[in-house]
């Protein structure tokens, strides 16, 4: 059993700063990639980011130079560091890993943890 917990929205002020984390329990099964996805009211499922097994990592263009995603792989976490907030990233962040089983990559997603910043 794989489960995706994500941790570390809140409320913010524009300008303001947050880190998020998103911690994968598995210990039988190697992690491929691991993405932050975000979703807002009426706009469609947004990839914010995403690093590899390799370490390396691709931003959508709204968060580049602002947004760092990190990963510490002896803890199956993943973090996202958002600087410079703005109130169009306000939405509900959600954790996506993609886990390695029998040669196939199965999707596993955490619950979201919202994200508000104020103007």
């Known amino acids: 059993q794989v489960q995706v917990v994500e941790s570390g929205g809140g409320l913010v002020q524009a300008g303001g700063s947050l880190r998020l984390s998103c911690a994968v329990s598995?210990?039988?099964?190697?992690?491929?990639?691991m993405d932050w996805y975000r979703q807002s009211p009426g706009k469609q499922r947004e990839l914010v980011a995403r690093?590899?097994?390799?370490?390396?990592?691709t931003y959508a263009d709204s968060v580049k130079g602002r947004f760092t995603i990190s990963r510490d792989k002896a803890k199956n976490t993943v973090y996202l560091q958002m600087n410079s907030l703005k109130p169009e990233d306000t939405a509900v962040y959600l954790c996506?890993?993609?886990?390695?089983?029998?040669?196939?990559?199965?999707?596993?997603w955490g619950q979201g943890t919202q994200v508000t910043v104020s103007s």
């Open positions: 996506n890993a993609g886990v390695a089983r029998n040669g196939i990559t199965y999707s596993y």
């Open positions: 598995t210990t039988t099964f190697s992690i491929n990639f």
């Open positions: 690093i590899r097994n390799v370490d390396s990592t």
